[in-house]
């Protein structure tokens, strides 16, 4: 019988076969994986040194930040009102005053182009400024009032051939405006040219010339306009009855604009630029630069019939004459805010050469009394000869009392009339000669005025 306790034979592990991907991690694997790492690192060699060699392509601008967009619209901001300053300073012959306002800018003034070139324009011109200390060669052109219709005036029967010989035309007037400012002129005032000093030594006030700076080219001049008074027989004509084309009265309005009144032959009267102020303010608005620091022209009046069309010395009401009076003053007021200079043309609009000094000290009071208080805190200190007289030769010195009468009465500036540019200054006074235009001079000496206008190249009426 066997034994059922013997141990049984033990069966040998049977070995699986190796697959194919086993087969292939274990033989090829780490091969591939080292070939494909060395590929990498050769790839990625290459290409960082293709890239330092490719030229870069320009990349879009980042946006300003908010920051600097601010400071950009500020800093324009800034440019342009200092542009705005400086061209009025500049338009005022204040280029000193440009340059400095323009020196101002907080930014980089080369950043702004504008900017820069104004401020470069600026400096050359005050480096190459014109000291102007002669009053001699400063032209002083003075006319009477102007025709407004010559064809009215000039077919007057009785002053027709007057009116031509001693007075223009406001086309005339005009067309001189033009050629002035073509001609590089720049109106001036008469305190631009000479200027009042305190003389320790002797406690008076006396006179020297004042250093007028100009740009250079630039030649000034002073306007003078005569007999601005509107007498009434050229208002109704002696004996026609009808108006000569002449302005009847100056007048302001309420936002300070000066216009004139006149006449028509149908009896109506028209507002408008009849004569010399409103003409002359409308030119200005027009050329400003035609005007040095706001100067403008000095009006002469007499004073037996008023003046500037205002009748305070004839015979009215009192209620009247203090309407009339209070229109006058007002008037006068505006006119020298304005910069007008409003002088005495004798109050009876006579030669003062051919009369004795009691005759022009009794003249003088009633231009003094009648005529002097409208022109208020202003006063007068300018006395205009009438008739193109003086009473004095050229080159003499006043003296004596005919000069004690009219120095005591408070003129200090004595205007008289020649055929060229002429000033002198004595102890506590000063004389300045005028050219005078009218009709006659226009044809007969127009090399009077040369360089400044042309007389013949003026409208023909």
């Known amino acids: 019988m066997e034994n059922i306790n013997q141990e049984a034979p033990r069966r040998r592990p049977v070995r699986r076969k190796k697959t194919k991907w086993q087969i292939f991690k274990e033989a090829y694997l780490p091969t591939v994986i080292l070939a494909v790492t060395a590929i990498l690192i050769i790839w990625f060699i290459i290409g960082g040194a293709v890239r330092r060699n490719r030229p870069e392509t320009p990349t879009e601008p980042s946006a300003p930040s908010t920051e600097a967009t601010n400071l950009a619209s500020r800093y324009q901001e800034q440019v342009n009102d200092l542009l705005e300053q400086a061209a009025a300073a500049a338009e005022n012959y204040d280029y000193e005053d440009a340059v400095t306002i323009l020196s101002s800018f907080e930014g980089n003034m080369a950043d702004f182009p504008a900017l820069q070139s104004a401020y470069e324009e600026y400096v050359t011109i005050v480096n190459e400024m014109v000291v102007w200390n002669d009053p001699g060669k400063i032209p002083t052109l003075s006319m009477h009032m102007l025709i407004a219709d010559p064809e009215l005036a000039y077919n007057d029967k009785q002053y027709g051939s007057s009116y031509q010989k001693n007075f223009i035309t406001t086309d005339q007037f005009r067309d001189i405006l033009d050629q002035l400012y073509a001609n590089d002129c720049v109106l001036v005032d008469l305190m631009d040219v000479y200027d009042e000093m305190y003389d320790e030594s002797t406690g008076k006030i006396v006179y020297v010339p004042r250093e007028l700076l100009l740009p250079a080219g630039k030649q000034p001049i002073l306007l003078v306009q005569t007999q601005v008074n509107y007498y009434e027989y050229m208002l109704s004509g002696a004996k026609d009855n009808l108006p000569d084309g002449f302005a009847s009265k100056l007048c302001v309005d309420e936002n300070g604009v000066f216009y004139n009144e006149m006449p028509l032959s149908d009896g109506n009267i028209v507002t408008g630029a009849y004569d010399m102020v409103p003409i002359l303010e409308q ?6 630069m035609f005007s040095y620091h706001g100067a403008r022209a000095i009006l002469a009046v007499s ?3 008023g003046l500037f069309g205002y009748r305070v010395t004839s015979s009215m ?9 209070e229109a006058a003053a007002r008037l006068c007021a505006a006119l020298q805010d304005a910069g007008y200079r409003i002088g005495c043309y004798t109050y009876s609009n006579i030669d003062y050469g051919k009369q004795g000094a009691s005759a022009i000290q009794e003249d003088l009071q009633k231009w003094n009394d009648k005529i002097l208080p409208m022109l208020g805190e202003y006063g007068c200190n300018i006395l205009v000869y009438a008739r193109e007289a003086d009473i004095a030769d050229k080159d003499a010195t006043y003296s004596g009392s005919k000069f004690n009468v009219m120095y005591n009465a408070g003129y200090r500036f004595f205007l008289g009339a020649n055929s060229e540019s002429y000033s002198q200054i004595g102890d506590q006074y000063v004389r300045h000669d005028r050219l005078c ?4 001079y226009l044809t007969k000496y127009p090399e009077r005025f040369e360089g400044l206008f042309d007389p013949f190249a003026l409208t023909v009426q």
């Open 317 to 325: 009401s009192a209620e009247d004459l203090a309407a009339e009076e």
């Open 437 to 440: 235009i009218t009709g006659e």
């Open 283 to 288: 030119f200005i608005e027009d050329n400003p």
């Open 303 to 305: 004073g037996y019939e």
